[in-house]
Antibody
Framework: EVQLVESGGGLVQPGGSLRLSCAAS????????MNWVRQAPGKGLEWVSA????????YYADSVKGRFTISRDSSKNTLYLQINTLRAEDTAVYYC???????????????WGKGTTVTVSS | QSVLTQPPSVSGAPGQRVTISCTGS?????????VHWYQQLPGTAPKLLIY???NRPSGVPDRFSGSKSGTSASLAITGLQAEDEADYYC???????????FGGGTKLTVL
């Protein structure tokens, strides 16, 4: 069974840092690009970051560029999101999602984890 | 403000047909990038509903269908059921923003 399980969320003070993890199973992890998508309380989905299957290409939404770093470890089948200089507006459920598609950009997200909650508050 | 525009809400009675629109521009849907749709039931993670404009993953009922024309796309749901009450999101790629975008989401209420 294809599965994604996020972890690492929690309550953090403004300006703090967190590293989110997403453990993947049931598919050849290195063959697929991966994404982080977040959802603030009561709001819609916001794509945050993506990384290629090989890990040599990364992409970020303007809202997080310079503060978030996506990475992956294929030996551990795990995706990461390092979040620095946290702000109140980063409070959200963070989902990891597997990409599937015909080209680098033209893809959909066919498998989603259940999410991990990040709360930024003093 | 999302680059993909969806109506905030739609509603319909059981058995009826509803459509949800997703309007983009020449840098996303109009540039030829595919549109995908996701269903998010209350308190759960999003689930892929339609991919590549009009394709259904295995297990998605054929009551759900998608289409795309020009700079817009639509999701149609026929034979509405109570279990269809959820939030629905469209998604595509935007070449100007160099990123993957979601619409603002549409809340479907089954009356």
């Amino acid at each position: 069974e294809v599965q994604l399980v996020e972890s690492g969320g929690g309550l953090v003070q403004p300006g703090g840092s967190l590293r989110l993890s997403c453990a993947a199973s049931g598919f050849t992890f290195s063959n697929f690009a991966m994404n982080w998508v977040r959802q603030a309380p009561g709001k819609g989905l916001e794509w945050v970051s993506a990384i290629s299957g090989s890990g040599d290409a990364t992409y970020y939404a303007d809202s997080v560029k310079g503060r978030f770093t996506i990475s992956r470890d294929s030996s551990k089948n795990t995706l990461y999101l390092q979040i620095n200089t946290l702000r109140a507006e980063d409070t959200a459920v963070y989902y990891c999602a597997k990409a599937r598609g015909s080209t680098r950009a033209n893809y959909h997200m066919d498998v989603w984890g259940k999410g991990t909650t990040v709360t930024v508050s003093s | 403000q999302s680059v993909l525009t969806q109506p905030p809400s739609v509603s319909g009675a059981p058995g009826q047909r509803v459509t949800i629109s997703c309007t983009g521009s020449s840098s996303n849907i109009g540039a030829g990038y595919d549109v995908h749709w996701y269903q998010q039931l209350p308190g759960t993670a999003p689930k892929l509903l339609i991919y590549g404009n009009s394709n259904r993953p295995s297990g998605v009922p054929d009551r759900f269908s998608g289409s795309k024309s020009g700079t817009s796309a639509s999701l149609a749901i026929t034979g509405l059921q109570a279990e269809d009450e959820a939030d629905y999101y469209c998604q595509s790629y935007d070449s100007s923003l160099s990123g993957w975008m979601f619409g603002g989401g549409t809340k479907l209420t089954v009356l």
